[in-house]
């Protein structure tokens, strides 16, 4: 069985993928401190809580927190005694090449969320990423990442705004009911709500222009069905496109060094 791995700013996330679908997904806090040990023991105390009996083979990783490689490399090797292959790495292949500027570095998850997004939907995509960041990533008509736009995430806007202003409060984003707020929490509520609504289909409309092509809208990332429902921004929203990512770049890999 694969064991997928996705880690990111705030959240690690592992899913067991038993070649049809995943049996489980566990996550936990990004710590680069957290050794390989510290894995395993959390690891199998949750697989056993579930009642899983699983036989990893093969593991991937896709990190955009360099420092925190090494101890899941390390959690690999021997735990599952497997080598793992980490996406940006040049022993681990892609689908597609991207196409930037010469000497830029896409991050993974960047890559992960581009072949999942164009084994489901084909090209021509806008694939709308609400993580610690919400990025938007363009895909062309043969899979290929282009280029998209980084702009602060949700959670981190809140948190700047309750850290910058002392006046204000630490509020959780949520759809108000109405767009003018009468009392400070509706208030900051509205702001980050619609205005996140207006960045996203600003962004993406202008990428529309831009690109000159009709183009699908994948949206992703825990936040992506609230803001859903603040407007139509997405075409589908996908929950599960970045471990799905990991599968196909691992088939893709299985597949080629064995021919």
Sequence with gaps: MLLCIDCGNT??????????????????????QRTADQYFTWYKTLITHHG?????????????????VF?????????????PYVVGKPDCL???????????????????????????HGGDLVVVDFGTATTFDVVAEDGAYVG?????????????????????????????????GQNTVDCMQSGVFWGYVGLIRGITTRIREEYAKPMQI?????????????????DTIEDDLTMHGLTVIHAYNKENRSQ
């Design 52 to 68: 899983l009996d699983v036989d990893i083979t093969d593991v991937i990783i896709s990190s955009t927190v360099p420092r925190v």
């Design 148 to 180: 998209g736009v980084i702009a602060p995430g949700v959670n981190l806007s809140l948190e700047a705004l309750h850290m910058a202003a002392a006046a204000l409060p630490h509020v959780d984003i949520t759809k108000p009911a109405k767009v003018i």
């Design 11 to 32: 959240n690690t996330v592992f899913s067991i993928w038993d070649g049809s679908q995943f049996l489980c997904t566990l996550r936990t806090s990004t710590e680069h």
């Design 94 to 120: 892609l689908p597609v090449e991207p196409r930037v500027d010469a000497g830029t570095t896409v991050g993974p998850d960047r890559l992960v969320n581009t072949a999942g997004a164009f084994d489901r």
């Design 218 to 234: 994948i949206g992703t990332g825990g936040l992506a069905p609230l803001f859903a429902t603040g407007d139509v921004l997405f």
């Design 71 to 83: 101890n899941l490399r390390v959690f690999a090797d021997r735990y599952f005694n497997t080598r």
